[in-house]
């Protein structure tokens, strides 16, 4: 009796904790007022801002995808530019892991990598050099993970 009485503790004890832990990944963007989360065109690449609460994790980060048309232009062997073909580009960026702050709080700022074209077809062969001189973007997708796991997801428009 005492021994499945001892069980039925330790399992008490195990759901009351994985419920707690559960609970501790409850980060979110927050989308209201001026904390909410704002992304930028900067040309090559988009800039993210805003705040996150209700971390809970030993770590978090945020990662950042954006997608757009790129302009580009063509550089010949000889140096000369010319326009090449616009083409459809995602470029993505990332915090890093992060150590979470004690009030479960963060201002971020997270940019991304300027995005890389193939040389052809964008260009007339391979012997150009494709370069990304500008991007129209659309969209950003944000993504905050606590400790691997995804916690909140949030598209925003590219202003």
């Not at 990944?25 to 001026?34: C, E, K, R």
């Not at 705040?51 to 000889?78: M, R, W």
Request: glycine share 10%; charged share 10%; with cysteine.
């Amino acid at each position: 009796m005492i021994r499945k009485v001892g069980i039925s503790v330790a399992a008490t004890l195990i759901l009351a904790l994985s419920a707690t832990l559960a609970l501790a990944q409850s980060g979110h963007f927050l989308t209201g007022g001026g904390n909410a989360v704002q992304c930028f065109d900067a040309g090559t690449y988009v800039e993210c801002s805003g705040k996150v609460a209700g971390l809970g994790g030993t770590t978090f980060q945020i990662d950042v995808t954006a997608s757009g048309i790129a302009s580009v232009e063509c550089i010949n062997p000889a140096g000369n530019r010319a326009p090449g073909q616009d083409t459809s580009v995602t470029t993505s960026g990332s915090s890093g892991p992060l150590a979470t702050p004690r009030n479960g709080q963060y201002r971020f700022t997270v940019e991304t990598n300027p995005p890389t074209v193939p040389n052809t077809p964008t260009c007339p062969n391979a012997q150009w050099t494709a370069e990304v001189v500008d991007v129209t973007f659309t969209t950003a997708t944000l993504t905050l993970r606590e400790d691997g796991a995804i916690s909140d997801q949030i598209t925003v428009p590219v202003q």
